[in-house]
């Protein structure tokens, strides 16, 4: 895959959290005395609540499957984050391997982290990020989010969940440029609680070359103090003109440690 769509998986696979209500849509059977949107605004809660978390290790599984499933091409990628005096998370590709081989130095030098206030500064054309702070529980972003509530439940990890259809309209930053994107997907939310469990999505537009996308989120609540992304999967295909090629990313997000004061951070 080309520079710019690792960029894409490895900043969608990297942390998400945070906020506050968009407009319900449907009239929907939830828990006694709780609309869709109250349990939409305890995910917000939750979020808010949970800010200042933040991995120390980051691990991406990257595969090009054929058309059997199988992996034809695996790359590993293996980050450690380091919360700075200035309150920024600093991170660095400590290990790459590519089909067992060392493949660091030469990752290194393609793998690109910025500080997210570079974000719209002049760089590589091929440069297409998403911020990983974004997500559609963030409080100050519920004006760009729109969702109803679904009568569809299930059982996810021991938690009874509620669907929620949802649509959050945030941007990308490409050639140095903001550009407008859309995420539309489904959110499972804990009933009761609100908890978020589960998070699916795709986006539009998609990168260059990329024709479907679907990015799965998987939060884990350790202790009644402590919610997190713990898994991000993302899967689709992509090719040029006769060649096509699927593709699967699953990033593993752990060794959590609060800080004093919401962590700001980076983009990829």
């Known amino acids: 895959m080309k520079k710019n769509q ?13 906020h506050a209500a968009g407009p319900s849509r449907a009239a929907v059977d939830t828990p006694a005395g709780m609309s869709p949107a109250g349990l939409w605004q305890k995910a917000v809660a939750v979020h808010q609540r949970n800010s200042s978390w933040y991995p120390e290790k ?4 990257s595969e090009v499957l054929t058309r059997r499933g199988e992996p034809s091409s695996v790359t590993q990628l293996f980050f450690s984050l380091r919360l700075g005096s200035d309150g920024r998370l600093n991170t660095e590709l400590t290990r790459s391997l590519k089909n067992g081989e060392d493949t ?18 002049a760089g ?30 299930h059982l996810l990890f021991g938690r009874r969940c509620q669907r929620f259809d949802f649509t959050y309209q945030t941007a990308i930053v490409r050639n140095g440029q903001k550009e407008k994107l859309t995420w539309s997907g489904m959110a499972w939310l804990e009933e009761e609680s609100g908890i978020p469990v589960k998070l699916e999505f795709s986006l539009a537009p998609l990168p260059p070359r990329i024709r479907s996308l679907w990015a ?3 939060y ?29 990313s699953t990033t593993t997000l752990s060794g959590y440690r609060r800080s004093p004061a919401p962590a700001k951070e980076a983009t990829k």
């Open 124 to 153: 590589d054309p091929d440069d297409y990020s998403v911020s990983i702070s974004d997500s559609p529980f963030n409080p100050g972003r519920q004006t760009a989010v729109s969702f109803s509530a679904s009568n569809e439940r």
């Open 220 to 248: 884990e609540k350790a202790r009644p103090d402590k919610w997190v992304l713990s898994r991000v999967t993302i899967s689709g295909h992509g090719g040029f003109l006769f060649i096509k090629k699927r593709f699967r």
């Open 58 to 61: 980051i691990t991406v599984l």
């Open 6 to 18: 690792v960029a894409l998986l490895l900043a969608l696979s990297a942390l998400a959290f945070t």
């Open 104 to 121: 660091t130095a030469k990752m290194k030098a393609k793998v690109q982290i910025r500080d997210s206030r570079q974000g719209e500064e």
């Open 216 to 218: 799965i989120y998987l």
